[in-house]
């Protein structure tokens, strides 16, 4: 256990130097055991990786600003549970926000008050859309755009992106599952 902390602590200070290899070493190392933590807190694998992910981010985008820490695992584990604290409670307001909305005659009826609620949560559910699109890949992406904005067929698709129309559907179909996913949520 001894070894384990004070690699970490040596990964650690590599990042403080900015070393991208030391940042790579500890998230390769801690990953899953940050994220099977995190499943236990909050029992969604999909929150878990997220909250460690934005962890790591957090910690290579502030390391010149980084102090020692003398349990980094620790330091991670605690640092995880608050991020997940916010997630879990963003996605709470989003999923009220969500469930409040109104119809379009709504808007007429209720009032200024309400056309002005229903923009917000017209937002909210842009940015859902943008967050749940920034988890697709390049090629997904693309295939999307092709697929629902320029209403190719699977044929056309396939030949502007020179692989098969199989590969072109299975994209597309991973992409919407991808999508689905995280605009239930």
Do not use: P
């Not at 998230?27 to 909050?42: A, P, Q, R, S």
């Not at 102090?67 to 991020?83: G, K, P």
């Not at 209720?110 to 697709?136: H, N, V």
């Amino acid at each position: 256990m001894q070894n384990n902390q004070l690699k970490h602590q040596l990964l650690w200070e590599k990042i403080v130097l900015n070393n991208k290899d030391g940042f790579l070493d500890l998230y390769k190392e801690l990953y899953y055991k940050l994220v099977n933590h995190g499943i236990k807190m909050c029992n969604d694998a999909d929150l878990a990786a997220e909250a460690v992910d934005d962890v790591f981010v957090y910690i290579w985008d502030k390391r010149a600003t980084l102090s020692r820490v003398e349990n980094v695992e620790a330091y991670l584990i605690t640092s995880i549970r608050r991020r997940i604290l916010r997630l879990l409670n963003k996605k709470k307001k989003a999923d009220i926000a969500l469930k409040n909305s109104f119809t379009l005659n709504d808007w007429f009826d209720e009032g200024y008050e309400s056309f002005i609620i229903q923009m917000q949560t017209d937002e909210l559910l842009k940015k859902r859309l943008k967050i749940a699109l920034d988890k697709l890949t390049y090629r997904q992406k693309q295939l999307i755009y092709l697929k629902f904005f320029e209403e190719n067929s699977y044929e056309e698709i396939a030949q502007k992106t020179n692989q098969t129309i199989k590969t072109a559907y299975n994209t597309i179909y991973d992409a919407l599952k991808i999508l689905r996913k995280f605009l239930k949520k």
